[in-house]
C-alpha cells in the first residue's frame, strides 16, 4: 500500500468511526442525486483525500457520502475520472485501492450510456452481465513493482457477480422497476462514436456504450472485491435515430430519467446480500 493510499485510508477511518460499510456505490452520470439519499451521512470532497483524483466533469460532484440507505451502511463515491481526460486507464486507482483497504466488498458502479438494443429507449436502465473492452487499455498496466508482477493476471470470466445480478434483478422486479440486462462497452471518447462504429459494436455483441465503468471493474476485481454494474440509457447510439448527440443532450435526459434510476440504485443496495 502506498503512503497516498494508507493516508486516505487514515483519514476516512477516523471520520467514519465504528461505521465500516461493506458496500461502495460509484455515481455517474444521472446517479448524482442517490448521494441526496443517504442518511445520518459523513460528507468529505476528493480534495482533502491524498489517493484521490481531482475532477473537472460536469455531473460529477468530488464528494464521499458514508452513512445508510436504509438500514444499508454505504459509502458513496459522487463522480469519477475517466480515461478521456488524461489518456491514462488508471484515474481512479487510489479509490479503488482505498475502498479495499477499509474492508469494502462490492462496489456498485453507475452510469450513463447509449443504447444499442431499439427495445432499449433513453431513459431505460440495464444490469450489466459483461464488458468490451473496446479501447484495450488496462488500469494494471506497469504494475509490476507494486503489484507482485504475476498479481496482475487476473481472471475476468466473472466480472459482474452473478449472484449479486440475481440479487439487483429480484430489487427490480419486487420494486416494479422495469430492468433490461446485457453487455456494455467502453470507449475512449470524448467525442461520441460514428455510425459505423456502433454497427461494428452491435456485431461483436454490445448492448450499450459508454467511456467509463471498464477499469474501475477491473481495478476493484484486482482488488477482490465483486462488482454490480448498472446503466441508465441517455439516447440512442450513433446512427440509430435521427438525433445530434452532445454531453448536454446526455445530461438532460439523465436528469429527467434520474429519479427512476435512483429509486432503482436505492432498492438494490438495500436488497444486496454480503
Known amino acids: 500500500?502506498?503512503?497516498?493510499?494508507?493516508?486516505?485510508?487514515?483519514?476516512?477511518?477516523q471520520r467514519l468511526a465504528a461505521r465500516v460499510p461493506k458496500i461502495a456505490v460509484l455515481l455517474g452520470?444521472?446517479?448524482?442525486?442517490?448521494?441526496?439519499?443517504?442518511?445520518?451521512?459523513v460528507t468529505l470532497p476528493y480534495a482533502e483525500l491524498p489517493a484521490f483524483p481531482r475532477l473537472a466533469i460536469g455531473g460529477h460532484a468530488g464528494l464521499v457520502k458514508?452513512?445508510?440507505?436504509?438500514?444499508?451502511?454505504?459509502?458513496?463515491?459522487a463522480g469519477r475520472k475517466h480515461s478521456y481526460e488524461t489518456g491514462d486507464a488508471d484515474g481512479?486507482?487510489?479509490?479503488?485501492?482505498?475502498?479495499?483497504?477499509?474492508?469494502?466488498?462490492?462496489?456498485?458502479?453507475?452510469?450513463?450510456?447509449?443504447?444499442?438494443?431499439?427495445?432499449?429507449?433513453?431513459?431505460?436502465?440495464?444490469?450489466?452481465?459483461?464488458?468490451?473492452?473496446?479501447?484495450?487499455r488496462s488500469p494494471l498496466a506497469g504494475a509490476a513493482l507494486d503489484e507482485g508482477g504475476d498479481k496482475r493476471f487476473i481472471?475476468?470470466?466473472?466480472?459482474?457477480?452473478?449472484?449479486?445480478?440475481?440479487?439487483?434483478?429480484?430489487?427490480?422486479?419486487?420494486?416494479?422497476?422495469p430492468l433490461h440486462e446485457?453487455?456494455?462497452?467502453?470507449?475512449?471518447?470524448?467525442?461520441?462514436?460514428?455510425?459505423?462504429?456502433?454497427?461494428?459494436?452491435?456485431?461483436?455483441?454490445?448492448?450499450a456504450v459508454g467511456m467509463s465503468t471498464v477499469p474501475e471493474t477491473i481495478l476493484a476485481r484486482h482488488a477482490g472485491l465483486r462488482v454490480l454494474g448498472l446503466s441508465l440509457m441517455t439516447n440512442m447510439a450513433a446512427g440509430m435515430e435521427a438525433e445530434t448527440l452532445s454531453h448536454a443532450h446526455t445530461m438532460a435526459t439523465?436528469?429527467?430519467?434520474?429519479?427512476?434510476?435512483?429509486?432503482?440504485?436505492?432498492?438494490?443496495v438495500q436488497a444486496l446480500e454480503i
Not at 92 to 119: F, P
Open 1 to 13: 500500500m502506498n503512503d497516498a493510499i494508507a493516508q486516505t485510508a487514515a483519514v476516512l477511518q
Open 29 to 41: 452520470t444521472g446517479w448524482g442525486p442517490f448521494a441526496d439519499a443517504v442518511q445520518d451521512a
Open 66 to 77: 458514508a452513512g445508510r440507505i436504509g438500514n444499508t451502511d454505504v459509502i458513496v463515491l
Open 92 to 136: 481512479m486507482k487510489g479509490v479503488i485501492r482505498t475502498l479495499a483497504a477499509l474492508g469494502v466488498q462490492v462496489l456498485v458502479q453507475t452510469n450513463a450510456a447509449g443504447s444499442l438494443d431499439a427495445q432499449m429507449r433513453p431513459g431505460g436502465l440495464m444490469l450489466i452481465s459483461d464488458h468490451i473492452n473496446v479501447v484495450q
Open 155 to 177: 481472471d475476468m470470466s466473472t466480472a459482474y457477480c452473478a449472484t449479486l445480478r440475481a440479487q439487483a434483478r429480484a430489487a427490480a422486479q419486487a420494486a416494479g422497476q
Open 182 to 207: 446485457g453487455v456494455y462497452a467502453w470507449v475512449l471518447g470524448p467525442q461520441f462514436e460514428t455510425p459505423a462504429e456502433i454497427r461494428m459494436l452491435r456485431l461483436l455483441g454490445a448492448d
Open 254 to 268: 439523465a436528469g429527467a430519467a434520474s429519479a427512476r434510476a435512483v429509486k432503482l440504485l436505492s432498492a438494490v
